[in-house]
């Protein structure tokens, strides 16, 4: 094996020298020069061997540092997933199914950017210029100044960036960039990879925004590896049903907002609408009690949003009866049934069990449980929910109600929606409530006796 180098340095001006001398060449300063330690042992080609870097400069925690600037789009939804607006030199990675709205969602983005006095260039790898052409002109977005280009390749699509120096780049798809050092083909996880490196590469560098756009599985995972996600800095899903015309873009990491921030949009003949007040379209019309209909009062980010969640339970004619469940999560709401049959008695044996988040809306927090188990009481003894009541409450294994965060907010939000009753579970901080009358139940025994007759 090699001996290592021995190299020596100032401990005043960090100058390396060959040998041992008594006054520093770089600074002048005398006895200052030290030996150094190789910086790691073994071979240099399989470890860093002993040539030393450059120093960093370190700083404490309480060094204070200016919040990074924000540039509004112009799109308040838009704005308000990205955390108030989009930050220079981040990367943020979109994903979605194929024809949910992300290239619209983008190209309404990108006109409203350039329209605020900002140079964008959106470069499309799955479609001809010509195609986004005539997507522009059918949203009313010919005049905008956006700077178009259809290229796949990085090397040529990096040059062009760094003589132009846009503020923000967008690039469709990061699944159709292919780089010329890696031998294999467009869209393989060593190809998503380098594109995603070198992207976000340059975005620190130059400072410009750039904004990925990522194909999602049949899970719908973003295609490629998970580590293009910890690379980028913001990560945004695009989600909603076909036969709805409600989009959700949900923010599912953020290093410079709240996480699970949702904007809303609706699709229409001229492109992606906002939505300032989503609470009003989620819910239909609640003049009269409707079984197994009940209003959830819940938090999405930072915002509250109130949804209908319907229950239908009949009679099964099979063997093993039907569970069926969309917006919400299937396990949750076995584990519902489960504690409803173990712990109140109220058993859905024989009966087929179909849950709907109305409005095309995901819901994933547990608080949700209670509305859920209500809606399933109410739909089985045929027992209407009073219109004007909203619920929320996570339910225990136990079958005890545990409170949930920021009920206050739930609370002020259905008030200014016209809602007078919430049923929730004993020990909520609720403030002054907005006026309303509250129920707080101690547990899921509670509910059923008193409130359904149930059991």
Known sequence: MAKPVTQFACAECGAIHKKWTGRCDGCGAWNSIQEEVPLSQGPSKKSLGGMKGKRMALTDLATEEAPPPRTLSGLGELDRVLGGGLVPASATLVGGDPGIGKSTLLLQAAAAFANAGHSVVYVSGEEATAQVRMRAQRLGLGDSAVKLAAETNLRDILTTLEAEKPDLCIIDSIQTMWVDTVDSAPGSVSQVRASAQELTSFAKRFGTSVILVGHVTKEGQIAGPRVVEHMVDTVLYFEGERGHQFRILRAVKNRFGPADEIGVFEMTGMGLAEVANPSALFLGDRDAPAPGSVVFAG????????????????????????????????????????????????????????????????????????????????????????????????????????????????????????????????????????????????????LVGEVFGAG
Not at 321 to 331: E, F, H, L, N, T
Not at 332 to 341: F, H, Q
Not at 350 to 357: I, T, W
Request: charged fraction near 20%; glycine fraction near 12%.
């Open 299 to 446: 938090i999405e980010g930072t915002r509250p949003v109130l949804v209908e969640i319907q229950a239908l339970v009949a009679p099964s004619q099979l063997s093993q009866p039907r569970r069926a469940v969309v917006g919400w999560d299937g396990s949750r709401l076995s584990m519902i049934l489960a504690v409803l049959e173990a712990r109140t008695g109220v058993g859905f044996q024989g009966l087929d069990v179909y849950l709907n988040v109305a409005g095309g809306i995901r819901i994933s927090e547990p608080a949700a449980d209670l509305a859920v188990a209500c809606a399933l009481l109410s739909a089985r003894e045929d027992a209407g929910i009073p219109p004007d009541t909203v619920v929320f409450g996570e339910l225990s294994l136990s079958g005890a109600l545990r409170p949930v965060a920021q009920a206050e907010n739930r609370l002020k939000e259905a008030a200014k929606l016209g809602f007078t009753a919430a049923m929730a579970p004993k020990g909520c901080k609720t403030g002054d409530a907005g006026g309303m009358g509250l129920r707080l139940l101690p547990d899921l025994a509670t």
